[in-house]
């Protein structure tokens, strides 16, 4: 059986008593959360520790939305995947078009950063996804799977077994425009045969999540297609009803 997730990805937005305000909402209210869903809050780094403590002894579970590609030292203004496993996080999110794009992530650095996350314990919830222009020229499976083979193909499968694949097309992000569950489920099937290329039957045990404008009125339909395990959650997950609602949706 495939871990069910649902993350909330925060990413720049709440200020600090805002955040604890709402992680603080969510931990209340996590007995309404059905059991065998795992619920994953991802806030901004200078919340880390305050959401660790409001939510530690829940079945909630902590994550920071990047890490350095560096272990430590000199690199001002970076954030180490050791800092982020001290200050209580099990995941980090890694490889998110936002960063891709404004942030000039390559695969190579996305290599980096998934071992030094992996050497500090934490659980990669690595994303991947095509733009717009990609989707239309009919592009996206090509775009996924070089993005899948650049990064994942070089883990071990003891590696592999720890990370979490979120696809997020990055026309729905933020957007209010959701891949429908069928074109959702058709790449969803692509990754997880990508994975089974070279990890075999272990592709069937990674939890592949869907992200963009996910909400309570689409969340049930795509949680209901065969390869997906959860939804990687931006907008509707800053209010605790919709993000409560989400995770119920299964
Ligand atoms: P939205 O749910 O706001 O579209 O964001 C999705 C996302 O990017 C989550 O990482």
């Known amino acids: 059986m495939r871990q069910k997730i649902v993350a909330g990805n925060w990413k720049m937005n709440t200020l600090i008593e805002e955040g604890a305000a709402l992680a603080k909402n969510i931990a209340d209210r996590i007995n309404e959360v059905p059991s065998d869903v795992q619920l994953i809050l991802a806030p901004p780094f200078t919340h880390l520790d ?42 980090v999110i890694l490889g998110h078009s936002e960063r891709r794009e404004y942030y000039h992530e390559t ?25 717009l222009e990609e989707r239309e020229a009919g592009r996206h499976f090509e775009v996924v799977g070089a993005q899948i083979r650049e990064v994942i193909f070089n883990l071990s499968p003891e590696q592999l077994a720890q990370v979490v694949i979120a696809y997020e097309p990055v026309w729905a992000i933020g957007t209010g425009k959701t891949a429908t569950s ?68 299964y």
């Open 182 to 249: 069928a074109q959702a489920q058709e790449i969803h099937a692509f990754i997880r045969k990508t994975l089974a290329e070279k990890y075999g039957a272990l592709s069937e045990e990674i939890s592949i999540l869907y992200g963009g404008s996910c909400k309570p009125s689409n969340a049930r339909e795509l949680f209901a297609q065969k390869d997906i395990d959860g939804g990687l959650i931006g907008g509707a997950s800053l209010k605790a009803d919709d993000f409560i609602a989400i995770a119920q949706s």
């Open 107 to 131: 695969s190579a650095t996305l290599n980096d950063k998934m071992a030094l996350a992996l050497a500090n314990g934490l659980k990669p919830i690595f994303c991947v996804g095509e733009k």
């Open 50 to 91: 305050r959401v660790n403590g409001i939510i530690k002894g829940t079945a909630a579970a902590l994550s920071a939305q990047n890490c350095a590609d560096k272990d430590k030292g000199a690199y001002t203004g970076e954030v180490s995947a050791a800092m982020l496993a001290s200050t209580g996080c099990k995941y």
